[in-house]
């Protein structure tokens, strides 16, 4: 998209006020282009009746999608989805001589097809040449604006007039996504009640999982006997191998099985010494992660709460964390998720998959996407994973996000900008930002920033973590 300079003509009448009068509907016309958005904006802030749609051969998907959305909203609005919206294809010769002319007669068959509306032309999307035929077809016969998504606003060019800024709050996560073509087919809304009271019921052992990560992942110090090679060398290590065995001894049982306790109890055996595995455990029994735990000699058993909780313990808490950091934010209903599926609008019948991809958290303000990539575990600095890992969140930004989209990687660990180098070069090549270990601590804060919000003050919006002074005697629980 590029501003269009509109041709000077000699004394345009231009429409009366009581022609842009809100009580007279609107017959909105626009141009197709492979950014959405610019056309789905003015359709939230403008009283528009009738949407006309122009469109050359290669946009005609695009055309038929900001079609979808537009029954969508008139839906939202209490009005019928069906009836309010055109499809018009533009002509094979797209030279601005041929444009012009069919410019013209489409005004002509506009004005006697809809004399009681008002005419407004959005010249933010197409090629120039498109733009310009439009605009000079109306010029005194129409309201001509431009969708400054960059600057918030929507820009009055015919009559002049003050820009008319466009609300942070404008569309929420399901709308925007909407706009850029997908649909979201599960997720955990922000303000879910059962979601915040859980996550904030396990939010000290999400703080000390996350902020004391360097310790736990501490190898230790002495190895029994007979240790088996490769086995996880920290106490960190060891609890996600254990509820990632949970998790997959639960996903292999059927439906229908009527007792999956069993893989619910996982054993850890000739385990190193920690003066965090009591606190910890008791901490995860404390706030329901854990039925239970009892330890012999060397050898720790854990009673998972259920299969929620092993993928809790297995990485799901720093999605956890993720969530109390976005609301302390304060951000509108509807405005963020986690965990969120998505699939194309219109998929094809047929296939198999369930949907295309997974979010971990996204927030939609001020009309942009920001995604939010959650590695509790090394994968990102993995080399057999990383490139994998970039390309699949660049995609999801470009798609998703558009031309404003932005994605973040957070990981628990410290980042190196010397030993993780290439990765970071990598990630700043595919325009994605990588966060972790200290900056996690304030990630609010940084968020607050990104948005353009007033950042929230304290840590107040997570319990502290636990330290390893409360530690307890081993024993059973």
């Not at 109390?324 to 094809?348: K, S």
Request: with cysteine; hydrophobic share 45%.
């Amino acid at each position: 998209m590029t501003d269009t300079v509109l041709p000077d003509a000699a004394a345009p009448v231009h429409t009366s006020e009581a022609q842009r009068s809100p009580a007279v509907p609107e017959l909105m016309l626009c141009i197709a282009s492979g950014q959405s958005l610019p056309n789905v904006l003015p359709l939230q802030v403008r009283p528009w009746d009738q949407l006309v749609i122009y469109a050359s051969r290669d946009m005609h998907a695009e055309a038929q999608r900001l079609a979808l959305v537009a029954g969508y909203l008139r839906m939202r609005q209490g009005l019928p989805e069906a009836g309010g919206c055109e499809v018009v294809e533009l002509p094979a010769d797209l030279s601005y001589r041929a444009l012009a002319a069919f410019a013209a007669r489409e005004v002509e068959r506009l004005a006697q097809s809809h004399p009681g509306h008002r005419l407004a032309f959005n010249a933010t999307g197409g090629q120039k040449t498109m733009t310009l035929a439009f605009a000079q077809a109306l010029r005194g016969r129409a309201d001509i604006f431009y969708c400054q998504t960059e600057r918030d606003c929507i820009e009055l060019i015919e009559p002049a007039g003050p820009d008319l800024l466009l609300p942070a709050a404008l569309l929420d996560l399901d709308t925007y996504l909407g706009v850029q073509g997908y649909q979201i087919t599960r997720g955990v809304p922000l303000e879910q009640a059962w979601a915040l009271a859980q996550a904030r019921r396990r939010g000290r052992l999400t703080a000390t999982l996350v902020r004391r990560v360097g310790e736990l992942r501490r190898s230790f110090a002495e190895m029994p006997a007979g240790y088996p090679k490769g086995a996880p060398r920290n106490v960190l290590g060891a609890l996600h191998g254990a509820a990632v065995a949970a998790v997959e001894a639960c996903r292999s049982l059927s439906d229908k099985a009527a007792d999956a306790s069993f893989a619910l109890r996982q054993r850890l055996a000739l385990l190193g010494e920690s003066v965090w595995w009591d606190l910890l455990l008791d901490e995860a029994v404390s706030c329901g992660v854990l039925h239970g735990w009892s330890s012999e000699g060397s050898c720790i058993e854990l009673e998972f709460a259920d299969r929620e909780a092993a993928v809790y313990l297995a990485g799901g808490y720093l999605e956890e964390y993720v969530h109390l950091a976005v609301q302390a934010l304060g951000l509108p209903p509807g405005a963020a998720a986690r965990g969120v599926g998505v699939d194309l609008l219109r998929r094809r019948t047929g296939r198999r998959t369930a949907e295309l991809n997974e979010l971990d958290m996204a927030i939609t303000w001020r009309n942009r996407l920001l995604i939010l990539e959650c590695k509790a575990g090394r994968q990102l600095f993995d080399p057999a994973r990383t490139q994998e890992i970039l390309n699949k969140l660049s995609m999801l930004r470009t798609d998703l996000g558009g031309t404003h989209g932005q994605a973040w990687i957070l990981c628990t660990g410290r980042i190196d900008e010397q030993s993780h180098a290439e990765v970071l070069e990598r990630a700043a090549t595919a325009q994605l930002q990588v966060l972790g270990g200290p900056e996690l601590r304030d990630l609010p804060q940084r968020l607050a920033r990104a948005l353009d919000l007033a950042p929230p003050a304290g840590e107040g919006w997570i319990d502290a973590p636990l330290s390893p002074r409360r530690s307890l005697p081993a024993g059973a629980h």
